[in-house]
């Protein structure tokens, strides 16, 4: 069983920055690779970012490429989002969550979600 917490949301300018970080409880994070996903008004959940169980692999979107980057601290138990450049467009509920795929950016692989942090871009 994993529990995630996400935190950093908030209200930030167009070209700002936000980093995300979700806390995972549980003696087997370590054992998961974590994605993001983030859910806009009105529209489907979609993938943001994944990471390996340790890091060595991460994969983005193209709506994030080259603007987000997904980090973990598996002796922090915690994942991040450093998200630059932000776009109107970014604004959404983000989630964390967990999969014991080692690549997916389907949210159906994906057992253990967090509540969600909000993050709002204004223009």
């Known amino acids: 069983q994993v529990q995630l917490v996400e935190s950093g949301g908030g209200l930030v300018q167009a070209g700002g920055s936000r980093r995300l970080s979700c806390a995972a409880s549980g003696r087997t994070f370590s054992s998961y690779s974590m994605g993001w996903f983030r859910q806009a008004p009105g529209k489907e959940r979609e993938f943001v970012s994944g990471i390996s169980w340790n890091g060595g692999r991460t994969y983005y979107a193209d709506s994030v490429k080259g603007r987000f980057t997904i980090s973990r601290d598996n002796a922090k138990n915690t994942v991040y989002l450093q998200m630059n450049s932000l776009k109107p467009g970014d604004t959404a509920l983000y989630y964390c969550?967990?999969?014991?795929?080692?690549?997916?950016?389907?949210?159906?692989?994906?057992?253990?979600w967090g509540q969600g942090t909000q993050v709002t871009v204004s223009s």
């Open positions: 969550a967990a999969t014991v795929y080692d690549y997916s950016r389907n949210d159906v692989h994906y057992t253990y």
